[in-house]
C-alpha cells in the first residue's frame, strides 16, 4: 500500500441516472463558441474552429444543490450544455470512430464570471479565474448511450425562476460531437472519466443569489440547482 503524506483528495464523480453507482471523473474539456447565435451574442465569428478550456474533475456539483454565489464577481452568467462521458480512451481518434468512446451523456451549467472572463480576454490572459473556481460544473445524472443514443438533435434549454432564458437545439451545434471527440483527442489522450462540456446556445445571462435555476436536453435529462448566499466563511 501507497502512504501519502497528506490524506488523498475524494474521488470527483457525477450521479448515474437509475443506478446507485456513479460515474469517476478525471478531467473536465469545455467547447467554447460551439452554436453560432452565441458566439455572435459575445461578439465573435461562428466560423472559428473549435477551441478548448479545461474545468478541474471537483467543480462538478450533482443536480440539487445549492451553489454559493461565488467570490470575485458581481457577474455570474448560466450556460447550459450537453454534457458528454468519455468511456474508452483514445488519442488520435478518427471522427468515425469517436462516438464509440462516449460513455453516455448528461445535461450540465457552465457558471462563468462573464467580469473576469472580459477583463483576461482585455488582457489577453488565460480564462481560468473566470471558468475553473469552486462548484462551477453543476452536472445532471449521466445516461448511458445503451439509453440515449448519440443524440444528434432535441431542444436543449435553461430557465431561471421558471422563466427561459436559453432555448435551442442539438441540431445547432456548429462542431458535433464525434467532431468534438475527434478533434480534442488530437491534443490530449482521452481517457474513461473525462466529461466534455460541448457548448451552449444563445441567452447566456446574471444570475444572482436566490435564483433556481433549472434545464434539460431532450431524451437526455435534466438540471436544477440553485444559487445561495455568498459563503462569507471562506
Known sequence: MTDFVL??????SVAVAGSAERFAM?????VGRNYAAHARELGNDER??????????????????????????????????????IGK???GIPRAEALAHVWGYGVGVDLTRRDLQDQAKKAARPWDW?????????CGPLLPVAKSGHPEKGRIWLAV???VKQDGDLAE???????????CSEAVELQPGDLIFT???AGVGAVQAGDRITGGVDGVGTIEVTIGQPDRKR
Do not use: M, Q
Open 130 to 138: 473566470s471558468k475553473a473556481f469552486d462548484r462551477s460544473a453543476p
Open 161 to 163: 425562476n421558471g422563466e
Open 48 to 85: 472559428d474552429p473549435p477551441f478548448f478550456f479545461t474545468k478541474p474533475a471537483d467543480a462538478v456539483v450533482d443536480s440539487g444543490a445549492e451553489i454559493p454565489y461565488p467570490p470575485l464577481t458581481s457577474n455570474l452568467h448560466h450556460e447550459i450544455e450537453l454534457v458528454v462521458a
Open 89 to 91: 480512451a483514445g488519442f
Open 7 to 12: 490524506p488523498p483528495p475524494a474521488i470527483a
Open 199 to 201: 457548448g451552449t446556445p
Open 26 to 30: 478525471r478531467r473536465i474539456f469545455c
Open 173 to 183: 451545434l456548429i462542431w458535433p460531437v464525434a467532431d468534438v471527440v475527434a478533434i
